[in-house]
């Protein structure tokens, strides 16, 4: 899916109350409203204020790097804006919270018409993909919370549902639990597996190139003065 630039011109007092800077795993994360509408917005719609604010302060409050592609933002059209959360993200904060005690996860499968969970992602060629499971475990909870989805429910046959669909069907498993065992820390985050928000998102391999964000600040204007067009 391509993505729009967009870029449009803001009064200066909307441009300061939309930049923020916060650390991310010691790092400053600097976002403001150029930033997200001209790298971090997918689709071909045209965000508001309102979803820009609330993309930023999300970021911030729960600590997500965009230019890790940990969340980003989605417009189609006149479509309501979406706000969708890598997988990455969740087993971050997961592993960040002192309670937090593992995860198992993988598929369950039709064999023979037995239906049968199989841990990770591997089946045999005869085996009839029908949902995912997952398993998280909390040092202060007697029982780990546990999730189980079906495939029909996600599967949109579109993208990688076509080419993975065990990959799939098991990562929305596994952030399920993930929210549930932690709702304060995860509660309103959501992935685009979960969302059926089908936009692909390359891999990028940080050890061969320098990190996504210095290339936009090179880029962009100080803050403080009128934002430039910026193509990309």
Same mark, same amino acid.
């Given at each position: $899916?391509?993505?729009?630039?967009?870029?449009?011109? *803001?009064?200066?007092?909307?441009?300061?109350? $939309?930049? &923020?800077?916060?650390?991310?795993? #010691?790092?400053?994360? +600097?976002?403001?409203?150029?930033?997200?509408?001209?790298?971090?917005?997918?689709?071909?719609?045209?965000?508001?204020?309102?979803?820009?604010?609330?993309?930023?302060?999300?970021?911030?409050? !729960?600590?997500? !790097? %965009?230019?890790?592609?940990?969340?980003?933002?989605?417009?189609? #059209?006149?479509? %309501?804006?979406? $706000?969708?959360?890598?997988?990455?993200?969740?087993?971050?904060?997961?592993?960040? @919270?002192?309670?937090?005690?593992?995860?198992?996860?993988?598929?369950?499968?039709?064999? !023979?018409?037995?239906?049968?969970?199989?841990? #990770?992602?591997?089946?045999?060629?005869?085996?009839?993909?029908? =949902?995912?499971?997952?398993?998280?475990?909390?040092?202060?909870?007697?029982?780990? &919370?546990?999730?189980?989805?079906?495939?029909?429910?996600?599967?949109? #046959?579109?993208?990688?549902?076509?080419?993975?669909?065990?990959?799939?069907?098991?990562?929305?498993?596994?952030?399920?639990?993930?929210? /549930?065992?932690?709702?304060?820390?995860? =509660?309103? $985050?959501?992935?685009?597996?979960?969302? =059926?928000?089908?936009?692909?998102?390359? @891999?990028?391999?940080?050890?061969?190139?320098? %990190?996504? /964000?210095? /290339?936009?600040?090179?880029?962009?204007?100080?803050?403080?003065?009128? %934002? +430039?067009?910026? *193509?990309?």
């Amino acid at each position: $899916m391509s993505e729009k630039t967009q870029s449009v011109n *803001q009064s200066p007092a909307l441009k300061e109350k $939309m930049e &923020v800077v916060y650390k991310v795993a #010691g790092e400053d994360v +600097k976002l403001n409203s150029t930033i997200v509408r001209n790298y971090l917005t997918k689709g071909n719609g045209q965000v508001t204020d309102a979803d820009l604010v609330q993309f930023i302060s999300v970021c911030k409050y !729960n600590q997500l !790097n %965009p230019f890790l592609n940990e969340a980003y933002l989605i417009k189609f #059209g006149n479509a %309501p804006a979406t $706000m969708v959360v890598s997988k990455e993200a969740f087993f971050k904060r997961a592993e960040n @919270h002192e309670s937090y005690d593992g995860i198992q996860a993988g598929i369950i499968i039709d064999r !023979n018409n037995e239906i049968i969970e199989l841990e #990770g992602c591997f089946s045999l060629k005869d085996d009839k993909l029908v =949902g995912g499971w997952a398993k998280v475990y909390r040092s202060d909870r007697k029982f780990p &919370v546990v999730s189980k989805v079906n495939l029909s429910e996600y599967d949109k #046959g579109q993208s990688n549902w076509k080419e993975k669909p065990s990959t799939m069907i098991s990562k929305v498993a596994k952030v399920q639990a993930l929210r /549930e065992a932690f709702p304060t820390q995860l =509660g309103a $985050m959501y992935t685009s597996e979960e969302s =059926g928000v089908t936009i692909d998102i390359d @891999h990028v391999d940080l050890s061969e190139r320098k %990190p996504v /964000e210095s /290339e936009v600040m090179q880029q962009l204007e100080p803050i403080g003065t009128e %934002p +430039k067009k910026v *193509q990309i």
